[in-house]
């Protein structure tokens, strides 16, 4: 973790190295935090429909929990992933475990099939960027990779080409490898776990195609990635440099930066502001102080409303847990005077 920590601000001290600090420093003092309050309530609400959505595959399971509880442990959640990368599923699953009675595994299964449609859906948005901005990318490929390779001449080419074939034959070299190691896997083994985490994200893929209500589930989804959208579009118009960016360069940033979240960094720092940035710059001709100041007030938005919304999930179940143990402890009262004890 400490390591993955250090990376990260490693890539922030080289992204911002060389730049004009004091005029990054005056981006984010003349920014309108009107926008930001707007999104970063969207990122909370997100969080809320996110756990709403939770409910629905836990119901699928014969359990129930209430709305706050689920955000509750979300949200814990969210705060464990800023000091250990993935350990927010875990950790949402222990306490909503320990709040609503339901078994770990049980939550642990409905993670998995939540996390693989969050996969798809982050995939779709992928093929629908491309897809909706496919002239404007491709215009952008031939002017900074196709043209230069080509003014290169053939050696160049031959030497890509090479490149090419050997990253395919290992792309392909792999998946025999890892198929072959998790047919042939022992219990306890890597391979063996891998394989049974890979037949548990098919199935939870499975249980919300066969889900009772699965169009609730669908609707909730495409809400909260609509919020996940807002939070970044929003954040343009924070700064004057990206307030006339198209709705499209929303998408795209959202991509962009949902692949920089996926990194093994703590809450993706440094790599969320790296592909933001350069994604801001090359592609849509932002000066480099602007879009990292966008990059910082956008990422910030999420990490703010994570702590303090995660610090306050914190509070509450701790103070539940010292409720409920208060509840439990017997008084002199309650006690057979006899005996001394409890009735």
Known sequence: MFISLLAGILILWLITRGQDVGRIVEELRQ?????????????LLSHYLRAVRWNMLIGTMGYQTNAFQT????????LANLAIPRMGEITRCVTLSKASKTPFNALAGTVLAERAFDLVSMLAIVFITIVSQFGFLRNFLNRMFWEPTLARGSAHWLVLSIL????????????IFFRHKMRRAKEGSFFFRLKRQLHGVAAGFRTIMTMRGK???ILHSVLIWGLYYLTVYLCFFAIQATSDLTPLAGLTLLAVGSLGILAPVPGGIGTYHFLTIITLRELYGIASEPATSYAYITHATQIIVNIAAGTFAWIILSLNKQKHGAQQTPTPGDQ?????AGR
């Open 31 to 43: 920014a309108r935090y009107g926008w930001i309050l707007l999104a970063m309530l969207c990122a």
């Open 71 to 78: 955000f509750l442990a979300v949200m814990t959640g969210y």
């Open 164 to 175: 090419g074939l050997a990253f395919l034959a290992a792309v392909i070299g792999a998946v």
């Open 215 to 217: 169009g609730w589930f």
């Open 336 to 340: 057979d005077p006899a005996t001394g």
